[in-house]
């Protein structure tokens, strides 16, 4: 895109035309998920990230203000591929500190009753969410499903594939985050 090109397309956007959002994601997405997948060498991830980073660029648009569009979401992904390696951290700590609790407790009973409190969270979870993501959800991370193959069974492209799997996960993170937060609290308490 020349700069006065950029200049009409993002004013664009930021009053609402669809027509120059599509434009702005058939230019960039490509190169946007070529950087998030270098970084992270997992395709559904880097698809996830991407997707979330054009929704958030279309629900802000308002109030963005980049001098180039294409500098501003190679940023923006290599920040948002951050913050993913960031929370992977944080979960694989929850996870050593689960299984070290888990190793400590001589409870067969109590793991059980956590597990399926864990399970019962996650099935509540799911049904707060609409029914073709829950589905693309369950497919995807309890069916180990790849999107590839969602998006043929449910007759979706697999970009609407990304687009459910990224709210899914993001809610989820949220409840489940929660959720965790008040079994610390419980356990420490």
Do not use: C
């Not at 993913?84 to 009973?109: C, M, P, R």
Request: glycine content about 4%.
């Amino acid at each position: 895109m020349n700069t006065t090109n950029e200049e009409e397309i993002l004013k664009a956007l930021r009053n609402g035309d669809e027509e120059a959002f599509l434009k702005i994601y058939e230019t960039y997405w490509y190169h946007v998920f070529m950087i998030a997948y270098k970084r992270l060498g997992k395709k559904e991830i880097a698809q996830e990230l991407t997707q979330d980073l054009f929704l958030k660029l279309w629900e802000k648009r308002e109030a963005l203000r980049p001098q180039k569009i294409g500098n501003y979401l190679s940023v923006s992904i290599k920040n948002s591929v951050i913050d993913h390696i960031n929370a992977g951290l944080v979960a694989n700590k929850y996870v050593d500190f689960y299984k070290s609790y888990a190793e400590q407790s001589s409870s067969a009973t109590q793991q059980v009753v956590e597990f399926d409190d864990l399970t019962e969270a996650i099935e509540k979870g799911l049904l707060k969410l609409p029914v073709k993501t829950q589905e693309v959800f369950k497919l995807s991370r309890l069916d180990r499903w790849s999107s590839e193959k969602i998006a043929r069974h449910l007759n979706l492209s697999e970009k609407t594939v990304g687009y459910h799997l990224t709210k899914s996960l993001k809610f989820m993170r949220t409840y489940l985050r929660e959720y965790l937060l008040m079994f610390l609290a419980a356990f420490f308490l």
